[in-house]
């Protein structure tokens, strides 16, 4: 029904900036929330950051003011920009987004993830 198609990521030094961005195509009414989210290996899947319909964004402390996000609601894409990137970024990032679909259902679909390295 819904199909997150990310792109970006890739392998980079420490201090180095990458974006990633995802567009949602199908059955699509419309879109509530989009975000990033992330799973280092070993472990659990945490928010990096969220972008509402209204332009409205949250972002986890250990990103502030080094992550941008932004969402053009008109193609349905989200874009993260991440600058002086840490180590610790080292994960799959996951983009999400909460969609509004026929017969007032709502789904929260996910995309498969590009993975992200960041070098010492």
């Known amino acids: 029904q819904v199909q997150l198609l990310e792109s970006g990521g890739g392998s980079v030094q420490a201090g180095a900036s990458l974006r990633l961005s995802c567009a949602a195509s199908?059955?699509?009414?419309?879109?509530?929330?989009m975000g990033w989210y992330r799973q280092a290996p070993g472990k659990q899947r945490e928010l990096v950051a969220t972008?509402?319909?209204?332009?409205?964004?949250n972002y986890a402390d250990s990103v502030k003011g080094r992550t941008t996000i932004s969402r053009d609601n008109a193609k349905n894409t989200v874009a993260q920009q991440m600058n002086s990137l840490k180590p610790e970024g080292t994960a799959i990032y996951l983009c999400n987004a909460n969609v509004d679909l026929r017969w007032y259902r709502t789904l929260d679909a996910w995309g498969q993830g590009p993975p992200v390295t960041v070098a010492s």
């Open positions: 199908g059955n699509i009414l419309g879109i509530n929330t």
């Open positions: 972008i509402t319909s209204v332009g409205r964004t």
